[in-house]
């Protein structure tokens, strides 16, 4: 039927259930999946987007900023608000790692913007004294600038709010589908764990060690990350070569023939 590895296993998992309450109602004489096992299941590859795919959603969403900015003074201001918003959420996503949950509680007093520079403070989600700090880049600084500028907060209200008060994570969720929507990419490849991942394996790429990478992504292990840093393979000519057996030569000295 075509079903994945844990949707057989849940479906077993009822059966089996099932199974032994009629064992014990006298039904049946024996569980006939008593010593049938599941399936293994593999942990999922990490997704993230490829430097074009990022490139793609960065020009995409500027795009459709300069397309609200050039509309007529009297259309409503609401969609370039909403454009400006949606530039920022991905921008700092995708530039921070950080995860949908802690966006969505993120306050004006946890950003710092200054002329040179930028940080962000996010709070763990069970007690906001624990904290990791992360550094902003140019990009991101100048999306929630422009997102301030029109949307001025108070230092406690949240960063991101609409018109009915803070967003929540469905909010945000939805917000993503409509920009890989915009940039042309599947919604499948622009959800909040993609786009952490990409931050990650960026980091990765530019050299930095899983160590500091955990840091950034606040993650306690190191095994989820590695997946992003696969070992790279030896050239297989370079690899068969080095198993070479150098045999003495049978007919020198020492040497017997066969």
């Known amino acids: 039927m075509g079903l994945g590895?844990?949707?057989?296993?849940?479906?077993?998992?009822?059966?089996?259930?099932?199974?032994?309450?009629?064992?014990?109602?006298?039904?049946?004489?024996?569980?006939?999946?008593?010593?049938?096992?599941?399936l293994p299941i593999s942990a999922p590859q990490p997704v993230w987007l490829e430097r074009n795919q990022q490139a793609q959603l960065v020009r995409a969403l500027a795009r459709?900023?300069?397309?609200?900015?050039?509309?007529?003074?009297?259309?409503?201001?609401?969609?370039?608000?909403?454009?400006?918003?949606?530039?920022?959420?991905?921008?700092?996503?995708?530039?921070?790692?950080?995860?949908?949950?802690?966006?969505?509680?993120?306050?004006?007093?946890?950003?710092?913007?200054?002329?040179?520079?930028?940080?962000?403070?996010?709070f763990s989600r069970s007690t906001r004294p624990a904290a990791r700090t992360l550094v902003l880049n140019s990009e991101v600084?100048?999306?929630?600038?422009?997102?301030?500028?029109?949307?001025?907060?108070?230092?406690?209200?949240?960063?991101?709010?609409?018109?009915?008060?803070?967003?929540?994570v469905r909010q945000v969720q939805r917000i993503l589908h409509k920009c890989a929507w915009i940039a042309g990419l599947p919604p499948a490849l622009l959800t909040a764990q993609v786009l952490r991942y990409t931050f990650g394996r960026n980091l990765v790429q530019a050299g930095a060690p899983l160590e500091q990478v955990a840091r950034l992504l606040g993650c306690t292990s190191l095994n989820p990350l590695r997946r992003l840093a696969p070992a790279p393979q030896p050239d297989a000519q370079q690899t068969v070569e080095s198993i070479v057996v150098f045999?003495?030569?049978?007919?020198?000295?020492g040497g017997a023939a066969d």
């Open 141 to 168: 600084r100048q999306a929630l600038a422009a997102y301030l500028a029109l949307c001025p907060l108070q230092p406690e209200q949240r960063l991101f709010a609409g018109q009915r008060g803070a967003l929540g």
């Open 247 to 253: 045999a003495r030569d049978p007919s020198g000295p």
């Open 64 to 122: 459709a900023v300069a397309e609200k900015r050039a509309a007529p003074r009297e259309s409503s201001t609401k969609g370039l608000r909403h454009a400006v918003r949606a530039q920022a959420i991905v921008l700092l996503m995708l530039h921070t790692g950080i995860g949908v949950g802690e966006l969505v509680a993120l306050r004006l007093a946890d950003v710092t913007l200054t002329a040179g520079g930028g940080s962000l403070c996010v």
């Open 5 to 38: 590895a844990s949707t057989i296993n849940r479906h077993l998992a009822g059966l089996r259930v099932f199974l032994e309450w009629a064992v014990s109602t006298g039904r049946l004489a024996a569980n006939p999946l008593a010593r049938v096992s599941g």
